[in-house]
T-cell receptor, first 114, second 114 residues
Framework: DQQVKQNSPSLSVQEGRISILNCDYTNSMFDYFLWYKKYPAEGPTFLIS?????DKNEDGRFTVFLNKSAKHLSLHIVPSQPGDSAVYFC?????????????FGKGTHLIIQP | DTAVSQTPKYLVTQMGNDKSIKCEQNLGHDTMYWYKQDSKKFLKIMFSYNNKELIINETVPNRFSPKSPDKAHLNLHINSLELGDSAVYFC?????????????FGSGTRLTVV
């Protein structure tokens, strides 16, 4: 039962262009969403998050958009840089978290081509 | 100065053995977690531990037991290892139990059961 889905296992983007990573969720109780970035042989590192009371959050080159009615969020990276090549995980949680922790998607492998 | 450190990084062991993975965080966080990334690349929470309160994901076999000697450590002990336990195990910590706080992950322990 995948409550958080990232349907693109991989995405290839040219350097300097925009990268758009998508994520869908099914549990309407989720009210906080996060993106993590992971390099090989390292743990995931927190990138950006958004609360369900917002529809957009921006941090430098990274912007996360949330469409609650569609249960969809996306991460935009612009401009894309070679160092952005990594696996990106979408994660969701309910207020209070705790036992449930974060529910992760399977990840999307972003490849930035020179 | 690694914020969340796990040892060992790699662990190869035979079926039926008992093994432990250690985790330490120097962030002063009050909540620690263990996540498992299986062969399908899903990251799933196993345990969360906050202020001596342990919350267990009901799907985790009781062969797995977390041990917390103090707030900065949450070790994972596994009894009678099985082939299906092969995975990457990530320790994480956060300030507060709610997932609205950023999680900091360790770099993972790749466990291979042969």
């Amino acid at each position: 039962d995948q409550q958080v889905k990232q349907n693109s296992p991989s995405l290839s983007v040219q350097e300097g262009r925009i990268s758009i990573l998508n994520c869908d969720y099914t549990n309407s109780m989720f009210d906080y969403f996060l993106w993590y970035k992971k390099y090989p042989a390292e743990g995931p590192t927190f990138l950006i998050s958004i609360s369900s009371i917002k529809d957009k959050n921006e941090d430098g080159r990274f912007t996360v958009f949330l469409n609650k009615s569609a249960k969809h969020l996306s991460l935009h990276i612009v401009p894309s840089q070679p160092g952005d090549s990594a696996v990106y995980f979408c994660a969701a949680s309910r207020s209070g978290g705790g036992a449930d922790g974060l529910t992760f998607g399977k990840g999307t492998h972003l490849i930035i081509q020179p | 100065d690694t914020a969340v450190s796990q040892t060992p990084k790699y662990l190869v062991t035979q079926m039926g053995n008992d093994k432990s993975i250690k985790c330490e965080q120097n962030l002063g966080h009050d909540t620690m977690y263990w996540y498992k990334q299986d062969s399908k690349k899903f990251l799933k929470i196993m345990f969360s531990y906050n202020n001596k309160e342990l919350i267990i994901n009901e799907t985790v076999p009781n062969r797995f037991s977390p041990k917390s000697p103090d707030k900065a450590h949450l070790n994972l002990h596994i009894n009678s290892l099985e082939l299906g336990d092969s995975a990457v195990y990530f320790c994480a910590s956060s300030q507060g139990r709610g997932s609205n706080y950023g999680y900091t992950f360790g770099s993972g322990t790749r466990l291979t059961v042969v």
